[in-house]
């Protein structure tokens, strides 16, 4: 402590207690200096990705006629709508409506984790690590911090919002005007805006970072759901969802620039919300207080499997409910399917597209995308011994005579093994949706079969980071890149007639998609040799690298 | 036999040389003391001895094997306490103590109560609930509980109060007794003074200074107040003696330990009536070392705060 060299402070300083608002423009700079690297990256690929859009559009739909018939598809098929949108100005699919039914309920995932994950690093990450108290022990008000986080997530969304205009109508597209293009952005910004009240509100909740940014995240998959169902039947329920209401505007068509000014509102709330909330709880401290625990391990906890259990076990409960009850929502609203299935025309149009019942083929899509849902529970689990080596926990562990290999074999179990065991579960959810639904028991054996197929995907995915941790550690977070990739091929590889190289680079896309494809076993065989081979370079990797410090 | 034995060890990390050409000498039953500022390279070193990093270059015995190869059977003998300690979240302290300890290879449950006790520990507050202080002594509880060989601390109690500081010495002084080795880095000097047999001085990654601590005054100053009989005179011109300040029978000087006999015969010459002597700190023993270069810095005072 003594020999430290402190810098002096500045010559003007205001107490921090007066002035709650104090220092909030220097850790805006700060944040947004933080950011410089990760935060161009976001906002230039989600801008890349939807300025790319209209004109690929153009590509696979250069007429109206080509056009309206995409409109029957995306219009009349309730499993469509749930994964575009409601469908504003089908009667006249220009490419503007297009790309607001096609794109943006989608996209916009993007722009709410980006804030979800901005907020919550600008505050309750701080907190945690402890750099808050540094901060605030400086001339800092009580809700600079809060304030700074959400007003660099607001530059994030606008600057973004603004891109997205620009780039869409700078195109000079037919049917993407300016007009319609400024809505568009601002709806991007409004969703991106309405997720960092969201997560400012959740990291006042929870002491933990990641809880904040979870809890936050699965509200963005509630929005999604709630939007999706409300959509495929029609009923008012995606009114309830942020994301329903950027569709809602309608921009292209109709142009409505109220739905907006409704998210303004409730966004404003959680704002206000976050601030009383932070009002109520010590920094650092959550609003629940931490209750006594137990005094001495369990027998178990004290073994090296038992340990990473305990790190992991609260996540695959979670997990396992989560993806089971997902799955559970899209097997009940198979009838809808069903009913649609049995229209002659649009049975003749499906069986030309795949040669199998629009059920199945309903079902292989969902099963393909639940099983990259999955994933995430795996890679995170996968990741840990990283999160454990960043924040200085592995090094006691490995100083005991635990070695490296059993350390990482440990998380490794949890994340092959449990990520099969969530996607089981998923696939039980849809399997017993669909029974329940249908009243046809023989869902459920086809389902679950079908789910647990893409377990080797999953495999290899989860392999590939833990080759990453073992190879280029600080690229860790690079694991990411190909399951975001193996989703974006799922939504819009469709849509877009990329070339198969494409597709192929994703793992998920060789799984055979049963119901609709039938099983073959090599494809499995070959990725589940390739993750064993990934785990062991990742296992070779970490045994001759130094541990990072903090 | 040494316990740890180091030499011309060398670590880059990228452009920064945290280690160059350290040498360092544990010899079994002893405490240790590892000394220097931040930034010299005790963790690294450390961590470097307990294989969770591997030098670039020199070579390292721990308890005569090979830290990064034989590391797992090592480490069942020894029990580290990271300067910076890290718990998780969900788990309670008490847990984390069986935990570490049972990874190890198990730990005394009597121990451990009495520990518990003469730290003033909870147990029972998840880790996410504890200060750096109390963080601090679930390491130290869970390595002091153990039946290791040798014990790695690194700045084990920057975190602890004066009266825990108190508790860690006695437990320290029970570890030397039941001849255990200690290798104890530190940068706070009142404490490897008290509990060290033997102190290395470590700056910008090379031990500069090895040895027992009277080797060590040896090499330093000491400062003499004298009221005499008559007034001193010539003493300044004496070979070792600095800073000389007289007035009328009182005199004020620092002599170097090599010419302390000398210094203390010439001014007996002029009828010694009180003498006062300051023993050399390892405050000072420090601005000896690095004192061009903090001076250099204008931070000498923070050091001997
Ligand atoms: N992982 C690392 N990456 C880069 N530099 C490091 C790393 N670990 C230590 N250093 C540098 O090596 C030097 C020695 O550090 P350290 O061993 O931690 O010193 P001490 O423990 O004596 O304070 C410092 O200059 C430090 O900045
Ligand atoms: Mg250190």
Redesign the interface.
Known sequence: ?????ATRPAATRVSGRTRPLAGTGTLLRFNLRQDRIRLPLWIGGIALVQISGPSSYEGIYPGAAERQEQATVVGDNPAMKALTGPGHGLDDYTYGAMMTNEYLGFMVIAVALMSVFMVVRHTRTEE?TGRAELVRAGVVGRYAQLTAAVLAAALANLVLGLLIAAGMAGQGIESIDWTGSLLFGAAYAAVGLFFAGVAAVTAQIT??ARAASGMAGALIGVAYAIRAAGDMADSGLSWLSPIGWAQATAAYVDDNWWPLGLAAMVTAALVATAFALSDRRDIGAGLRD?R??????TPF????AG?AW??HR?SVVWWGIAVFAFGFMYGSVIQVIEDYADNDVVQQMIEQIGGASITESWLSMIISILAIVCTIFAVIAALRPRREET???A?????????RTRWVATHLGIALGGGAVVLLLSGLGLGLGAVAATGDAGYLGQVVGATLGYAPALWLTTALAVAVFGLVPRAAGLSWALLVYAMLIVYLGGLLDLPGWMFNLSPYTHIPAMPADSFTALPLVILTAIAAALIAIGLAGFRRR??E?? | MSAVLVSGLRKNFGATRALDGLDLRVETGEVHGFLG??GAGK?TTI?IL?G???ADGGTATLLGGDPWRN???L??R?A???G?????????G??A?????????GLNSERRAELIERFDL?????G??YSKGNRQKV?LI?ALASDVELLILDEPT?GLDPLMEVVFQDYIRQAKEAGKTVLLSS?ILAQVEKLCDRISIIRLGKVVQSGTLAEMRHLTRTTIEADTATPVTGLADLPGVHHVEATDQRIRFAVDGAHLDEAIKALSRFGIRSLTSQPPTLEELMLRHYGDELRA?G?DE??S?
Do not use: C
Not at chain 1, 1 to 5: K, Q, Y
Not at chain 1, 301 to 304: A, D, M, Q
Not at chain 2, 97 to 105: A, Q, Y
Not at chain 2, 122 to 126: E, H, Q, T, V
């Open positions: 402590m003594s020999t430290t060299t945690e002491e933990h931490g006594g625990g137990a005094a001495t391990a906890l004290g073994t090296p340990f305990r790190l609260a924040s200085g926990r090094e006691p562990v490995l100083a005991t005579a635990l070695s130094d541990l410090a903090t | 500022p931040n963790t961590r307990l969770l990093q591997r590391a797992v059977d480490h069942r020894i580290y306490v990271p910076d300690v890290n718990l998780w979240p969900n788990l309670t008490g847990e103590i069986d935990l570490l300890g049972r990874l190890r290879g909870d147990p029972r507050k998840k996410r609930a390491a869970a920057s940068h810095n931070v923070q050091v705060a």
